[in-house]
């Protein structure tokens, strides 16, 4: 009912940047949050950052003062930039939105996209 798509991985040397985006589309009556969680290999799966829908944003201690995430109300899109990249942040970067659904607003609901792979060489 609601697609995620991630754009913006790829490779980067460390002390660089990147930014990922993600778009909601489907069948959104609101959306209450959206964020970005990773996982590394060998390792579960972690959050990164989220934002509310009143720009209330969280952040994982180990990204704090590096990565921003902003929020397009308007186009359902979610951006995190990355500064200061390290090795220790390559993952695989997941979007994810709570979101009610349909005409009634049923929910809300948890959604994932497919995931983008970032890899931050030493």
């Known amino acids: 009912q609601v697609q995620l798509v991630e754009s913006g991985g790829g490779l980067v040397q460390g002390g660089g940047s990147l930014r990922l985006s993600c778009a909601a589309s489907?069948?959104?009556?609101?959306?209450?949050?959206m964020g970005w969680y990773r996982q590394a290999p060998g390792k579960q799966r972690e959050l990164v950052a989220t934002?509310?829908?009143?720009?209330?944003?969280n952040y994982a201690d180990s990204v704090k003062g590096r990565f921003t995430i902003s929020r397009d109300n308007a186009k359902n899109t979610v951006y995190l930039q990355m500064n200061s990249l390290k090795p220790e942040d390559t993952a695989v970067y997941y979007c994810?939105?709570?979101?009610?659904?349909?005409?009634?607003?049923?929910?809300?609901?948890?959604?994932w996209g497919q995931g983008t792979q970032v890899t931050v060489s030493s």
């Open positions: 994810y939105a709570r979101a009610k659904v349909g005409f009634t607003g049923t929910g809300p609901y948890d959604y």
């Open positions: 489907g069948s959104i009556f609101s959306i209450n949050a």
């Open positions: 934002i509310t829908n009143i720009d209330k944003t």
